[in-house]
């Protein structure tokens, strides 16, 4: 990943104020502007305009993607996410603040919120820390021994060791044709939505809280309508500060570490090969849980070039993709890419969310886009092929999830690419059709079928297969 800017939190505050301000000055110029998203009528806040600017004219990180999936309408599917997105962010500050209006002096409070929530932290740092592990390891179904996470006061510095060769002079890349060039645009283009996902993941893991709602009450009552008030408004941030004044998110960070695993009394166990670790440090309970859901995605996806790109051009798209504006594009739609992504998954078979993901990020683009589109538009196709893909995964036994990261497994894309053809979803890796050779057991047909074959074959003026045929009548 790029560097993040990180900005106080002080400044975001005076920032949303500033901007909300202009935004009341400019209402019939706002409606102008945001024709195109459907606001609850119900809800008087609006979206900055030069936000609701770039999803009309697609000028974001998914303006043009080949994965998202068109509309229908004159509203495109960005502006449709962002719609659905922006209500649901609208209700939820008003539920956890208990207000019919959002005040833009309301964020001036995020600092008083975070630090009555660090006080009452600091003294069950441990049991808050584990209880980040033991949720994200449930609901991403990845050992708790992969996860480490550790909580630090509000404001204290979040670089983790390793990250200094971020400040390497990089080489220009030189793509091996032209062709190649164009066919990499359309790998940064997976790549954006792969880090949406990775987002979306992780910003639904800020209200993850509500999970583990009798345990925080345990430890102490005030913590999740805290949490709420807090989380709720980080979000909003994100819908009425234009990228321009908006940095990398604060509060949290992740990196994936490799260490030998450790014995029962916390000692490396010389003899055992490195295994990869999720290391997440944060502000508070729910950053926490945020990062460490974004370090096991980017796990899950490690091997998303493997087999098609080379080590230059998957750090060209790395270099390509992974930016601020891509990251703040990513909060603001990820997650409604990612509730689709779960929508298409049947509720008994949730558990293999992870698994599905590591195997999409692996597809060549262009077949990764096909099927993207199908999840993104929920056309009921991307059910009935997932539905069959669980097969896949069960036939291979219950894998935890470092086991089939450093896998050799290629039965899923074969598998899609079938499943794709059934669906009635033509699958870009299916060779054209008269190159394709079916073996067909004639001794299996009745004396009738044989004879419409024959004629089949003797109006193509096939004598071959007529002489062929014959012999089985």
Known sequence: MKKKIVIKLGEITKRVIN?????????????????????????????????????????HTFGGSKGLPPTGTNQNYSEKLASARFK??????????????IN??????MMRIMQEVSQIETQHKDALEQLAVDIVSDEFDIPDDMLDAELLPPGSPLDLEGDDDEDEEEEEFQPKSAERMEELEIEVDKRNIINALMQGASKKGHYIFHMVADELDQIDPRLMGLYGKLMSLADFQYWVIPDQAMGGQIGGTEKIKWEKPKDEEGNEQEDEEEEPVV?????????????LIKGSMELAASNWGEGHLDFDEQKHVIDRADTIEGEIWGMRLGPGMWEKFVDCIDPKDYSIKQWLFHELTKLPAEQFHKFIKE????????????????????ADGDEELEDFIM???DSFEDGLDDLMVDAGVESPTTPPEEDIEVEVDYSEMSKKEIESLINDALDAGDFDTVEKLHKYM
């Open 104 to 109: 833009p002096q309301m964020m001036m409070e």
């Open 375 to 394: 999840i993104l538009s929920q056309s009921g196709k991307c059910s009935e092929v997932i539905s069959h893909l669980k097969e896949l995964h069960d």
């Open 407 to 409: 896998g050799d497994e």
């Open 19 to 59: 901007e909300q301000q202009l935004l009341k000055k400019e209402q019939g110029r706002i409606r102008t502007l945001n024709e195109q998203i459907d606001y609850d009528e119900r809800h008087p806040e609006r979206m900055n305009p030069s936000i609701a600017d770039s999803l009309r004219q697609g000028k």
């Open 88 to 101: 649901d962010i609208i209700t939820k500050v008003k539920r956890y603040h208990g207000v019919e209006n």
């Open 279 to 291: 290391e997440a440090k944060a502000w508070i309970f729910p950053l926490l849980v945020h990062e």
